[in-house]
């Protein structure tokens, strides 16, 4: 499996950004999707999962409510609608990629995609 993340940058307090995570390389609906991050010192942490197979959905606490995932099938892509942002978003998020259980865990995910930036300016 190979996952492309894109859409990072630089954005104010309060303001949005949207993620994509380009899959390639297997079976789109067999996979669950998920969203993780990390910044500087701190370990990586599951924000988000999407189990393409049904469509259902998991978010961490810290952003329920501020980010949506999506899934568009047609373009194998898995989108992060990261609304109402803090600097504490402040972090490089990462795509991954299993077939299997949904999980927000770190080592249950064999596949990953390159990092992108986020940073959130107060």
């Known amino acids: 499996v190979q996952l492309q993340a894109s859409g990072g940058g630089l954005v104010q307090a309060g303001g949005s950004l949207r993620l994509s995570c380009e899959v390639s390389?297997?079976?789109?609906?067999?996979?669950?999707i998920a969203w993780f991050r990390q910044a500087p010192g701190k370990e990586r942490e599951g924000i988000s999962n999407i189990r393409n197979r049904d469509g259902s959905t998991e978010y961490a606490d810290s952003v329920k409510g501020r980010f949506t995932i999506a899934s568009d099938n047609a373009k194998n892509t898995v989108y992060l609608q990261m609304n109402s942002l803090k600097p504490e978003d402040t972090a490089t998020y990462y795509c991954a990629a299993r077939d299997g259980i949904a999980s927000m865990r770190v080592d249950w995910y064999e596949n990953w995609g390159q990092g992108t930036q986020v940073t959130v300016s107060s």
């Open positions: 390389g297997y079976i789109f609906d067999y996979l669950v």
